[in-house]
């Protein structure tokens, strides 16, 4: 599967967002509702980092992050120990948080949402999207809908 690319901008400082213990049992249903929050079209699944790794599962990666946090402190290796038992992968976790979970923890902050109810708070957002023409989410693009628009303008300009 494709890395998303590095990321050049530095985030708002976020505490981390929750334990492991606030987490809900369903990852896969996390991982729908992030995709289809997300607006990315395509069907994805989050790989181990390394052979024999267990399953990454993001709700959990999102519970122990706190992307600033994790910088600062230069915890990436040590988080991707503890994720997929691959110090060596920390780059790659990092950049996996950037792509899929930096855009939710935002947003979680900035709203104040208890960590226990971030699953809740993205179906929310989605029913808001489905039942109203505008919203404030729309105020700015979904990275689905910026890929999308990329593909058509690189297909434009070939």
Known sequence: SALPPKS???PAPAAPLATAQALAAEPDAFLSTLRTWLD???AFKVVPLSPGAPPLQLKTLLAKGGHASVTQRGLWGSLANDLQRSPG??????RLY??????LEAQVVRA????SAVQ???ETKLRERSGAPYCEEWLRPSPGAVQRALRQTTSSLQ
Request: zero cysteines; proline letters at 8%.
């Open 112 to 115: 104040g949402v208890r960590p």
């Open 40 to 42: 990315y079209e395509e």
């Open 8 to 10: 050049s901008q530095a």
């Open 98 to 103: 950037e792509f899929w979970l930096l855009p």
């Open 120 to 122: 809740l708070w993205l």
């Open 89 to 94: 992968q920390g780059e790659v976790l990092r």
